[in-house]
Nanobody
Framework: QVQLVESGGGLVQAGGSLRLSCAAS????????MGWYRQAPGKQRDLVAR?????STNYTESVKGRFTISRDNAKVYLQMNSLRPEDTAVYYC???????????????WGQGTLVTVSS
C-alpha cells in the first residue's frame, strides 16, 4: 500500500506565497509522475502541475509563472507565489508508479490540504 501525506496549506492574503509538500511512502518500487490537483467548491478537480521522474513539468495555464513544482525522490513540492483569491481550493497530491511487491501499477491520492487566499 502506498500513502501520500500532504502539508503546507493555510490562509494567505492575495499576493502572498505558500509552499505545499507531499511525501510518498509504503510499498513503492518506482514513482513515475507526481502532481498537484485542486478542487474549488462546486467545481471539478483539475490539474495544477505535474512532474515526471525525469523532471519534465507541465502547468495549467493560469498558474504559469507563479507556481513551481519540484521533486526530490518520493517527495513533491509546489511553491505558490503571487497567490490570487481564485487559487482558493483544496489541493491534492497525486502519484503513480509501480509497487515493490509484485510490481503492480498504482495511482494514489493524498487527503487534500486547504489553501485559502483572501482578497
Amino acid at each position: 500500500q502506498v500513502q501520500l501525506v500532504e502539508s503546507g496549506g493555510g490562509l494567505v492574503q492575495a499576493g502572498g506565497s505558500l509552499r505545499l509538500s507531499c511525501a510518498a511512502s509504503g510499498n513503492i518500487f518506482t514513482i513515475n509522475t507526481m502532481g498537484w490537483y485542486r478542487q474549488a467548491p462546486g467545481k471539478q478537480r483539475d490539474l495544477v502541475a505535474r512532474i515526471t521522474s525525469g523532471g519534465s513539468t507541465n502547468y495549467t495555464e493560469s498558474v504559469k509563472g507563479r507556481f513551481t513544482i519540484s521533486r526530490d525522490n518520493a517527495k513533491v513540492y509546489l511553491q505558490m507565489n503571487s497567490l490570487r483569491p481564485e487559487d482558493t481550493a483544496v489541493y491534492y497530491c497525486n502519484a503513480d508508479g509501480t509497487s515493490a511487491l509484485f510490481h503492480r501499477y498504482f495511482e494514489v491520492w493524498g487527503q487534500g490540504t486547504l489553501v485559502t487566499v483572501s482578497s
